[in-house]
């Protein structure tokens, strides 16, 4: 069984096509994208090039090589990606694993920056009531000498108790207030914290270049934008709180040991130099972990997305068992890091638990040798067991504030990744004309590609002001990536689209889109109402028309909805132009979301229009209908138009075929017709036959 492969190749060439047979060895033979090393495949590449000329003798020369080959091959390729990817994989959770950077623990914590005032008060609260806390073991002290030492006197020691007891309560009255408001503090500022995050990172979602999404998965984006932000959210706030007591205990807590007998206090702690290094170790362990779990989260979410939003085709397939078998071995591999995970934190704390009872046993036994020879109160041992208890357990919270931090910097540094991306095309910014364009568009020898086969491959078009041009062309020759060019979601790697004689990469996108009607093969819309939907496409200043003060003028939205027949849809409905088209308009027939989408494009009034198959969906009444709407609001614009069905481009200025990423054929549709043997007749003869199939077949049937 053999199969084709893809791989591209470095040429070394040191002569001319002749003598490559002889000379011109591979520089290399691995592949340059998956790095996959082929041997005994030098005759294929050679017989690749062969055809090929080379511009110079010498030189290195990249070689795109398909050929066939056995499936041993294809599975020796798959598994040395496979393998590649667990290496990037081992090197993102090494590069993880590093050290926490002291540059990025400070952005992080710039990140609390507008929360200041509230933290500061939180933190004023977290220092009263933790030395509330700290104070119960040395009262209780207190109160144990009084009852040892007092037994002649009852009367006075009652006296001491019930003023000691009484001073206590109000301490604790206190620190209970200021509990309540380090935990309330804490917790609204890291809500708000994360909220500012997620504005944060979804501004830099939506500022980046269109082609990005294409390579980054919608679910991690998501699981980004909703855990990722909460995580360093509950890091800067409860983390830091939870830690800040911890650290403030630890060194409340040692003080009083070392206070009260100091060598005992260095026996007792003689367990935290081990803890402490093992609690790093854990660390960055966690550290590492985390971000694969996220990561695996993210697959799972993206999934799930895709899956949930397309059920109708799952159903229509009956693949419902499938996707949950599939969806369960994703979540078996969240799952099985999850195990590590747990693994991990499990033995942590089973051993920090451990050490601070290590912590107690040696105080208890060393400090009860003391009250024996009389070296230490019982008082002041009981009072020292239970700040070593609380020195134990704070260092524990401190090992999980740092395992937390660890965490928190995951999911930081994967907020950065975008946070920091600067879009290849940028949001806004450029020449913004005062005049309205005339709309001349000229596409100068275009080179485009998606991956690293070409697309476009030096196309030259001309669209001129007033006239509409009709695009034509095989399914996937690129049409609809002509449109996205002039609309600059992507930029040409080679050649300029310009308008009115400006290269639009020199002008502001917000002005150029401004300018641009564009009604895609897909039309897109988004849940609300049939009137939010049109008024989608409008510039602010057309929402403000709804309002109009001249109430005889008709709102721009209503004339829009109006030209794309819009009517007969909210006629029957009692809701209106309020009427809800559902989640991606999915209350709407094709044909209604069509016609949405045409009032949408051009409720701004632009003067360049893309059509891109925006009537296939229609029936033929409806066709009829907007097509002449369309040809109205096409005069005075500039109007590029893209058809499958030839039959609806007659009434085209121009038709311009697209072949092999040019263009092959211009003309009007008659003289096209007229031409023998032109690209235009052969689409318009398969068209015609597959019409011809079509009704055959239906005869047939009835
Ligand atoms: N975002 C993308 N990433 C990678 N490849 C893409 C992307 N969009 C389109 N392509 C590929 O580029 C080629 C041209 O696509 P395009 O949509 O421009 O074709 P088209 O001529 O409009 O096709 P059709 O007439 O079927 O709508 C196709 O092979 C398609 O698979």
């Known amino acids: 069984m053999f199969q084709r492969l893809i791989c591209n190749f470095e040429l070394k060439l040191s002569s001319k096509r002749a003598n490559i047979l002889f000379r011109g060895p591979l520089k290399n033979n691995l592949c340059h994208q998956c790095g996959f090393r082929l041997y005994g495949q030098k005759a294929a590449v050679l017989r690749n090039c062969y055809n090929r000329t080379f511009p110079d003798r010498f030189g290195i020369y990249n070689l795109r090589l398909r050929y066939y080959t056995s499936q041993v091959d294809v599975q020796k390729k798959n598994d040395h990606i496979e393998k590649l990817k667990d290496q990037a994989t081992l090197a993102t959770s090494k590069k993880i694993n590093a050290k926490l950077k002291p540059s990025e623990i400070k952005r992080l914590f710039g990140l609390a920056e507008p929360e200041k005032w509230t933290l500061t008060a939180a933190i004023g609260f977290l220092i009263v009531s933790s030395s509330v806390t700290m104070a119960v073991p040395f009262s209780l002290g207190k109160v144990l000498d009084i009852i040892y030492s007092s037994t002649s006197d009852l009367g006075a020691a009652r006296e001491k108790l019930d003023a000691l007891c009484l001073m206590l309560c109000g301490v604790f009255l206190v620190g209970g207030l200021c509990n309540f408001g380090r935990v309330y503090l804490m917790s609204i500022s890291g809500q708000r914290m994360t909220q500012a995050l997620r504005k944060q990172v979804y501004g830099a979602i939506m500022r980046q270049e269109a082609a990005w999404f294409g390579k980054t998965s919608t679910g991690e984006l998501v699981n980004r934008l909703s855990a990722d932000t909460q995580l360093v959210g509950r890091n800067l706030s409860q983390n830091v709180s939870d830690g800040l007591r911890s650290l403030f205990m630890v060194g409340a807590g040692t003080g009083m040991m070392f206070y009260m007998s100091p060598s005992l206090a260095l026996i007792g702690l003689c367990v935290v130099p081990p803890v402490s290094v093992l609690a790093v170790i854990y660390g960055r362990f966690v550290r590492g972990i985390t971000r694969q779990l996220q990561d695996s989260l993210a697959e799972t979410s993206e999934l799930a997305e895709e899956k949930i939003s397309n059920i109708k085709t799952v159903k229509a397939f009956s693949k419902e068992q499938n996707e949950c078998e599939s969806y369960g071995q994703r979540i078996e591999n969240v799952l099985k890091l999850a195990y590590k995970e747990s693994l991990a934190v499990g033995s942590f704390y089973g051993l920090t638990g451990l050490s601070g009872n290590t912590i107690i046993i040696l105080v208890l036994y060393y400090g009860g040798s003391m009250v024996a020879t009389e070296q230490l109160s019982v008082g002041n041992l009981t009072s020292f067991l239970l700040y070593a208890a609380y020195v134990g357990i704070s260092i524990g919270g401190l ?304």
């Open 399 to 702: 090992s999980s504030f740092y395992t937390e931090l660890n965490k928190g910097m995951g999911a930081a540094t994967r907020l950065w990744d975008i946070i920091d991306r600067e879009p290849q095309i940028p949001v806004a910014g450029g020449l913004r004309p005062t005049e309205r364009p005339k709309g001349e568009i000229i596409l100068e020898n275009i080179h485009f590609s998606y991956s690293s086969a070409p697309l476009i491959k030096g196309l030259d078009l001309q669209l001129l002001p007033g006239k509409s041009v009709a695009l034509v062309g095989r399914s996937g020759c690129g049409k609809s990536t002509i449109a996205s060019l002039i609309l600059r979601l992507y930029d040409p790697e080679q050649g300029r689209v310009l308008l009115d004689g400006v290269d639009i990469k020199e002008l502001d996108p917000l002005w150029l889109r401004s300018h641009v009607g564009y009604v895609s093969q897909e039309p897109v819309l988004f849940s609300g109402s049939i009137k939010d939907n049109i008024l989608y496409g409008a510039l602010d200043e057309y929402e403000v028309d709804d309002e109009s003060l001249d109430k005889k003028k008709e709102p721009a939205w209503l004339s829009a909805a109006r030209t794309a027949h819009l009517h007969e849809l909210v006629v029957a409905s009692a809701d209106g132009w309020d009427r809800q088209v559902g989640a991606r308009g999915g209350q709407l027939s094709g044909g209604q979301k069509q016609r949405v989408a045409i009032a949408r494009a051009i409720v701004k009034n632009p003067k360049i229009l893309i059509l891109d198959e925006a009537t296939s969906a229609l029936d033929t009444y409806s066709e009829y209908l907007v097509d002449k709407a369309l040809k109205e609001i096409s005069r005075d614009r500039t109007v590029l138009t893209i058809a499958h069905r030839l039959s609806t481009i007659q009434s085209a200025d121009e038709v311009a075929v697209l072949e092999k990423g040019v263009i092959v054929e211009r003309g009007t549709y008659a003289e096209l017709i007229a031409k023998k043997g032109g690209f235009f007749q052969e689409l318009i003869t398969h068209q015609t036959f597959a019409a011809k199939s079509r009704e055959n077949r239906d005869m047939q049937n009835t």
